[in-house]
């Protein structure tokens, strides 16, 4: 497989400062560096390798060399005070919307905003805010042909869904212009129109009989919708309703 044609993205990106390496620890550590050294928000840091890409929860990303795409853009922090959970679902919104556009594959959002095909993850997000900035890591399971052991069975590629090879140049200029419509959405229109694009993308909203892993013992219970804040609601088995603001959801599963 190739390297990122760079030249291809910046023709169709004139104005957006985008970085490029080949091998890095994380683009998160990279992009915070730029953020530090005053580059503007928009500004993009793509690798073509990770060796110690991050995931939500402390888990590592897996990044296998020139297969998939790793970005983390830097994002001003969404101007309706408290909006920052929203904006990580405006994140999920944005980058479905990009695959699905430049892939015709359609997805599913999992609260907070994993990207599923199917049940499996094929995208995900990690927003972390340094200072006045959001960085906005992106991880996209493009190209890889198989993934290690640990990830069979969870975790899919747009090319083990599609029977095809995408172009990364094509879904990385599509990202970026989703995440800018997803921003403008969130500044524009509030948080209340992120929350209902979300309900209406994912499948996990409303409804859903779900296992909800965080610090101490996973519950389980049925998913009730989004709180004002884009905090989960899931409703016990005892008739009790609690809100989730943390942690990974996945399917009940008889035995879990
Ligand atoms: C998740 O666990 O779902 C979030 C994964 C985020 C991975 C991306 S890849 C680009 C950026 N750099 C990292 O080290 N992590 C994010």
């Known amino acids: 497989m190739k390297p990122l044609d760079l030249d291809r993205v910046r023709a169709r990106l004139p104005d957006r400062a985008i970085e490029w390496v080949e091998t890095t620890s994380s683009t998160m550590t990279d992009a915070a560096r730029l953020a530090a050294r005053g580059f503007p928000a928009g500004t993009a840091v793509v690798a073509e390798e990770q060796l110690l890409g991050q995931g939500r929860h402390g888990r590592a990303w897996h990044s296998a060399k020139h297969s998939g795409l790793y970005v983390s853009v830097l994002l001003p922090v969404a101007t309706p005070p408290g909006a920052l959970p929203v904006l990580t679902l405006a994140l999920g919104l944005a980058v479905a919307d990009a695959i699905t556009r430049s892939t015709s594959l359609a997805c599913d959002l999992r609260w907070p905003n994993d990207v599923l095909i199917g049940e499996k993850k094929c995208a995900g997000i990690l927003a972390q805010l340094v200072g006045d900035i959001v960085i906005a890591g992106i991880g996209v399971n493009v190209n890889h042909p198989s993934f290690p052991p640990e990830l069979e069975g969870i975790a899919a590629s747009l090319r083990a869904a599609s029977g095809r090879i995408h172009s990364r140049e ?40 779900v296992t909800v892993e965080q610090d101490g013992p996973p519950l389980e219970g049925v998913t009730g919708g989004l709180d004002p804040s884009g905090f989960l609601i899931l409703r016990r088995p005892d008739g009790s309703r609690c809100v989730i603001m943390a942690g990974g959801v996945r399917p009940y599963a008889t035995g879990a």
């Open 170 to 209: 094509d879904l990385l200029v599509q990202l970026l212009e989703s995440i800018d419509a997803f921003m403008k959405i969130l500044t524009e229109d509030g948080t209340e129109q992120i929350l209902r694009l979300f309900a209406q993308a994912s499948s996990y909203v409303f409804g859903r009989r």
